[in-house]
């Protein structure tokens, strides 16, 4: 029996689709990046997927990220040497550039 993610937050018609943990994106073969993802239906596990980018669509996932986090309100717990250029402080502002 295989077991999946537990079940958390409102879906949309039964689905859910969330990270698998332990599983880093990595890059294909043919050059893509390749996110893992879980499929839950109706609250139970229905398999492994991926969401794959090509090199300018994680660009642009990565710069809506960055945007995105930098108007949390919370500061995002990421240790100083893990932390992208795009998240680090310089005078009290952030690098970043909306896309």
């Not at 839950?40 to 300018?56: E, H, T, V």
């Not at 960055?66 to 949390?72: N, R, T």
Request: with cysteine; hydrophobic share 30%.
């Amino acid at each position: 029996m295989t077991t999946g993610p537990t079940h958390h937050g409102p879906t949309h018609h039964g689905l859910r689709i969330s990270r698998v943990p332990g599983k880093p994106l990595h890059r294909d073969a043919d050059g893509r990046y390749a996110i893992p993802l879980w499929l839950l239906r109706n609250g139970k596990f229905d398999g492994d997927i991926a969401l794959q980018l090509s090199p300018a669509e994680a660009e642009m996932l990565h710069a809506q990220l960055c945007f995105a986090l930098d108007v949390e309100p919370e500061p995002v717990t990421t240790p100083a040497d893990q932390t992208p250029d795009c998240r680090k402080h310089t005078h009290g502002r952030t690098n970043v550039h909306r896309p």
